[in-house]
Nanobody
Framework: QVQLVESGGGLVQAGGSLRLSCAVS????????MGWFRQAPGKEREFVGA????????LYADSVKDRFTISRDNAQNTVYLQMNSLKPEDTAVYYC????????????????????WGKGTQVTVSS
């Protein structure tokens, strides 16, 4: 059974930091590009960042570039999202997702490309 379990969300003041983790089981993690998406109340889900199987060439949404960093540990089957300089508009439920990419090394911002999703973790940034 494939499971993606996000953790690390919470309440933080504007300007603060959080580190989200997504622990993955039930699949060969190193064969999957991993992405982070978020959905705020009343808004559509949006792309945050993605990283390829090797951990190279991360992609970021313009809204989080230079503030968020995505990384992965293939030995621990975990992908991370380090979020710095948080803003109230970053408030959302954050989801991780896996996109089977073997034997390729791409990553994508397109949500429809992702095969598996976690249930999300809430991030709330107060002003």
């Amino acid at each position: 059974q494939v499971q993606l379990v996000e953790s690390g969300g919470g309440l933080v003041q504007a300007g603060g930091s959080l580190r989200l983790s997504c622990a993955v089981s039930g699949l060969t993690f190193s064969r999957y590009a991993m992405g982070w998406f978020r959905q705020a109340p009343g808004k559509e889900r949006e792309f945050v960042g993605a990283i390829n199987r090797n951990g190279d060439s991360p992609l970021y949404a313009d809204s989080v570039k230079d503030r968020f960093t995505i990384s992965r540990d293939n030995a621990q089957n975990t992908v991370y999202l380090q979020m710095n300089s948080l803003k109230p508009e970053d408030t959302a439920v954050y989801y991780c997702a896996g996109d089977h990419q073997y034997p390729y090394y791409s990553s994508t911002s397109r949500a429809g490309a992702y095969d598996y999703w976690g249930k999300g973790t809430q991030v709330t940034v107060s002003s």
